[in-house]
């Protein structure tokens, strides 16, 4: 159920890795946030995944819940612009890092709490890029304070959402999971 945050913060220390620094949260607040050149991380929607909305991963079990995430990137140059020169340089050095993953891999540097999070996932988590036209950035970016701000849409897929529950394929014989804390028979 961290799976959402743990997926941001993976980005995020793939970038930072890569020699970014990044924020993550609405591009408005990213370009108050202090004068440094920086990429941002927004999550702008998350949706369920159609292709495997019904796929379970063992048999008679319940299907997990299959999520897609969509992210805005933007860049911002130290004057806090995104639609300078700098801002646009620093944007595709940040989609090249992006590019250079379409599978984000939880090697040993990833965070222990971001890999107990996504270690589950039973496919590789993959990062394609979608159109993100003027429509789609006009949408997002409406508001009183918000401004149009140059940026890419991504995704990634497939998120699971793991069950609160253990899988009943998955309990020992001679424990009783009625009881809390769990009784060895």
Same mark, same amino acid.
């Given at each position: 159920?961290? %799976?959402?945050?743990?997926?941001?913060?993976?980005?995020?220390?793939?970038?930072?890795?890569?020699?970014?620094?990044?924020?993550?949260?609405? *591009?408005?607040?990213?370009?108050?946030?202090?004068? #440094?050149?920086? $990429? #941002?991380?927004?999550?702008?929607?998350?949706?369920?995944?159609?292709? /495997?909305?019904?796929?379970?991963?063992?048999?008679?079990?319940?299907?997990?819940?299959?999520? @897609? /995430?969509?992210? $805005? =990137?933007?860049?911002?140059?130290?004057?806090?612009?995104?639609?300078?020169?700098? %801002?646009?340089?620093? $944007?595709?050095?940040? =989609?090249?890092?992006?590019?250079?993953? #379409? @599978? =984000?891999?939880?090697?040993?540097?990833?965070?222990?709490? @971001?890999?107990?999070? =996504?270690?589950?996932?039973?496919? *590789?988590?993959? /990062?394609?890029?979608?159109?993100?036209?003027?429509?789609?950035?006009?949408?997002?970016?409406?508001?009183?304070?918000?401004?149009?701000?140059?940026?890419? %849409?991504?995704?990634?897929? *497939?998120?699971?959402?793991?069950?609160?529950?253990?899988?009943?394929?998955? /309990? $020992?014989?001679?424990?009783?999971?009625?009881?809390?804390?769990?009784?060895?028979?």
């Amino acid at each position: 159920c961290r %799976a959402i945050g743990a997926v941001t913060r993976l980005l995020q220390d793939h970038l930072i890795r890569r020699g970014f620094e990044v924020s993550v949260g609405r *591009p408005e607040a990213a370009a108050a946030a202090n004068a #440094n050149a920086k $990429l #941002n991380l927004f999550l702008y929607e998350t949706a369920f995944d159609a292709q /495997l909305r019904n796929h379970n991963l063992r048999d008679g079990e319940p299907a997990p819940l299959w999520l @897609v /995430l969509r992210y $805005l =990137l933007t860049a911002f140059d130290a004057d806090e612009d995104s639609d300078s020169a700098a %801002a646009h340089e620093l $944007l595709g050095r940040g =989609l090249s890092a992006l590019h250079d993953v #379409n @599978v =984000l891999a939880l090697d040993a540097l990833v965070a222990p709490d @971001v890999r107990l999070a =996504l270690e589950n996932n039973p496919e *590789p988590l993959k /990062l394609s890029f979608d159109e993100s036209g003027a429509d789609l950035l006009s949408k997002i970016m409406q508001g009183g304070d918000e401004r149009y701000r140059l940026s890419v %849409a991504f995704q990634m897929r *497939p998120v699971m959402i793991v069950p609160g529950s253990e899988p009943r394929a998955a /309990l $020992l014989v001679g424990i009783d999971y009625s009881t809390v804390p769990q009784t060895v028979i």
